[in-house]
């Protein structure tokens, strides 16, 4: 099966510009994740979707940051305005059941 | 929430056996996990443990899980230089209608040559 796809693969951005990152997850996986990985930390969950609904949004800065899910398919994280701490690498995850997560190879941001 | 820990580095010799330790603090976990992510790539399932059971052998890989004292162990049998990698261990746990993984911080592991 075709594995969980995330673009673009690398970003550089001015602080305050805004950004924009987009995954398709596995076929019929329902649910997706979308992760923070700071340099030097394990992945943070910021936000997970059930279909196309939000299940859990507690962890995404929502001044900044917002996630939708359209049709229950592809997905898209947005940050707007960007700022330094942003920097890190967003992985997109999805699974069928809950269970063993599959990650895309992730979108690294660097804020400048 | 649930708080997940390890060891940051570990560096063993090609063929030596290497030994990846986690504790967790959230007894309600159902299925552990670990993943190994390469530079610049996302992280890949290795193997994971349902909480009922105290170890799971798959090739190389052994899981061990101490419920009782929260510790989770991950041994890498004849450890190869493509080994080398950072370790995440996961913990999963139901809650609010959603299920989710918390991760530790990663052990990065160096095996040499």
């Known amino acids: 099966e075709a594995g969980v796809a995330q673009s673009p693969r690398y970003k550089i951005i001015e602080k305050r510009q805004s950004v924009a990152f987009w995954c398709n997850p596995i076929?019929?996986?329902?649910?997706l994740y979308w992760y923070q990985q700071i340099l030097g930390q394990g992945p943070k969950l910021l936000i997970q979707?059930?279909?196309?609904?939000?299940?859990?949004d507690s962890q995404l800065p929502k001044d900044r940051f917002s996630a939708e899910r359209l049709k229950g398919v592809d997905s898209t994280l947005k940050i707007q305005p960007a700022k330094l701490e942003d920097s890190a690498v967003y992985l997109c995850?999805?699974?069928?059941?809950?269970?063993?997560?599959?990650f895309g190879s992730g979108t690294r941001l660097t804020v400048v | 929430g649930e708080d997940v820990e390890q060891s940051l580095f570990l560096s063993v010799r090609e063929g030596d056996s290497s030994v990846i330790n986690c504790t967790y603090t959230d007894s309600s976990s159902t299925y552990l996990y670990w993943y190994k992510q390469e530079p610049g790539a996302g992280l890949q399932l290795l193997t994971y443990i349902f909480s009922n059971m105290d170890m799971k052998q798959d090739q190389r890989l052994t899981v061990l899980l101490n419920k009782k004292d929260k510790h989770l162990s991950l041994r890498i049998a004849d450890t190869q230089t493509g080994d080398s990698a950072i370790y995440f261990c996961?913990?999963?746990?139901?809650?609010?209608?959603?299920?989710?993984?918390?991760f530790g911080k990663g052990t990065k592991l160096s095996v040499i040559p």
């Open positions: 995850a999805s699974s069928l059941s809950g269970l063993g997560y599959t």
């Open positions: 076929s019929g996986h329902a649910t």
């Open positions: 996961a913990v999963g746990a139901s809650g609010a209608g959603s299920y989710q993984l918390t």
């Open positions: 979707f059930q279909n196309n609904g939000v299940v859990d």
